[in-house]
């Protein structure tokens, strides 16, 4: 089983719209977590990290379910400029091993 | 610029060639990854450095595979006899304690591919 798991997508959203990802993870143990945005040949550039109560940076709002073992990303009032893959990153119980999903992608629409 | 840099950003070697990729980390980070994407995938951890330290290695990374850190700053990942499923992108990420948690600054990688 994956350590974590994320739906590809993709996303085609028009601007303005709220859009949601989930991303579920395997070890219960598990305490650090993060959003990272990643634009096409480029590379990962951190976002967010998630909370337990939850955090929110602008239009973005990231929470953490530790009871579904879930962590989730709104993003609201979509812009052009969002369109990227977003990528999941769950940290191991040592803090020693980062594991990314496999990302969603997210093309905002005119 | 303080960020992570990489070198070189791209190679294309001939299969059975021996290569080697260039991490500098952010000054102050003590932790440095390597990691290798390929299209549609997240990166997938290969190894990790606490300053010259190697203190966790992947199922994933072979014996073709050495990582270095010699003197706990920049860093070295030489793959040796290239295969065609080498093609991939290379990450290098350093990160420090941040309050309890480590966040990862990538640098713009290396492109390597295996003709």
């Known amino acids: 089983r994956k350590e974590v798991e994320q739906d590809p997508g993709p996303f085609n959203v028009p601007e303005g719209a709220t859009v949601a990802f989930n991303c579920t993870y395997s070890?219960?143990?598990?305490?650090?977590f993060f959003w990272y945005r990643q634009d096409c040949r480029k590379e990962p550039k951190l976002l967010m990290s998630v909370y337990s109560s939850g955090n929110e940076d602008g239009r973005f709002t990231a929470q953490l379910n530790r009871a579904s073992q879930y962590i989730s990303l709104l993003i609201r009032d979509s812009k052009l400029s969002d369109s990227a893959t977003y990528l999941c990153?769950?940290?191991?119980?040592?803090?020693?091993?980062?594991?990314f999903g496999t990302g969603t992608s997210l093309t905002v629409i005119p | 610029d303080t960020g992570v840099s990489q070198n070189p950003r791209h190679k294309i070697t001939k299969r059975g060639q021996n290569v080697t990729f260039r991490c500098d980390p952010i000054s102050e980070h003590n932790r440095l990854y390597w990691y290798r994407q390929t299209l549609g995938q997240g990166p997938e951890f290969l190894t990790y450095?606490?300053?010259?330290?190697?203190?966790?290695k992947s199922r994933l990374l072979s014996d073709r595979f050495s990582a270095e850190r010699p003197k706990g700053s920049f860093s070295t990942l030489e793959i040796q006899r290239t295969e065609q499923g080498d093609s991939a992108m290379y990450l290098c990420?350093?990160?420090?304690?941040?309050?309890?948690?480590?966040?990862?600054?990538f640098g713009p990688g290396t492109r390597l591919t295996v003709t």
């Open positions: 070890n219960s143990a598990s305490q650090s």
């Open positions: 990420a350093s990160s420090k304690r941040t309050g309890v948690i480590y966040e990862q600054y």
């Open positions: 990153v769950v940290i191991s119980n040592t803090g020693n091993q980062f594991y």
């Open positions: 450095f606490q300053n010259e330290a190697q203190l966790e």
